[in-house]
């Protein structure tokens, strides 16, 4: 065992008594407190020192919390304009559907309307299709022979003449237009009864546009009149619209008016349509007249 010696002791006492002095100020450091506002000087030294430390260390982290929180609040709201978005296509075509159905029932009252006031029975009916291939000259309708639907029959709109059934089955049946050029009808230009403007029309084949033929050149005829049926055709009965005269050239006493008719039927839109349950009348046979024989007696 190495013993120390005075000297070394006296050599290492002020080392002591610095090691010592140091714990004393600590001691009373550590218990020291601030007069004002009781706060240990130690934890006010150590705050002041580590804070500007803490700053940045809280605003690097806050940013991140923040970053992360906009990606998610991102995320959130770009879901929500997506059902927004959805909710607003279905919004719109509720209210497509809404507008088509009233629409639809306004049409139907229009058509009920026109048929109850006419002297025959009638189909109401739905077009369901068109043929492409005669320039919209022919369409078909969702009604046949188990609705009492014929050949020959007039279709109508309230608007004016459509066509005649040309084709029935079952449950569906073809239509032939007015403005097909096989197509025609007995009209009048002006009031039935009271104008000598007599013809027929039929289809022109441009512009959906009829053509009325053997108007006398003598009758008044202006753009603007309007045409009616006459019956003669035994197809359409009388009295019905057929449009409204858009073109004359003028004809002579020798000559005919050359007459174009807007149809008043929007046949590029049909829709629904009424199917006539009409029959012209028969026509009565010429009585026979038995020559008068004077049987006389003989003398």
Known sequence: MVRSTQKEIRQRAPLWLLVLLALNFGLMTWNAKDSDTGQPVVKAWAQSVFSPVQRATTGVGGAGVGF???????????????HLRRRLAEAENELREARQARD????????????????????PARV???????WFNSLIINRGTTSGVDLDMPVVTPEGIVGRVVGVG????????ITDERAAAGAVVGQLGQSNAV?????????GLLDMRYVSGLEAVVVGDYVVTTGQDRIYPQGLSVGKVVEVVPGSATTPHTIRV???????????????????????????????????KSK
């Open 170 to 177: 079952p449950v569906s049946a073809q239509v032939m237009l």
């Open 128 to 134: 369901v299709a068109r043929d492409p291939s005669v």
């Open 68 to 82: 992360f929180r906009g990606l998610a609040d991102m995320r959130t709201a770009q879901a929500e304009n997506e």
């Open 199 to 207: 013809g027929s029309v039929r289809g022109y084949g441009k512009n």
């Open 262 to 296: 807007k149809p008043g039927a929007r046949l590029d839109s049909l829709q629904e349509v009424a199917v006539l349950s009409y029959r012209a009348p028969q026509r009565a046979a010429p009585e026979r007249t038995l020559p008068n024989v004077d049987k006389g």
């Open 104 to 123: 639809e029932n306004e049409r139907l009252k229009k058509l009920l309307d026109f048929t109850k006031d006419l002297a025959y029975q009638s189909v």
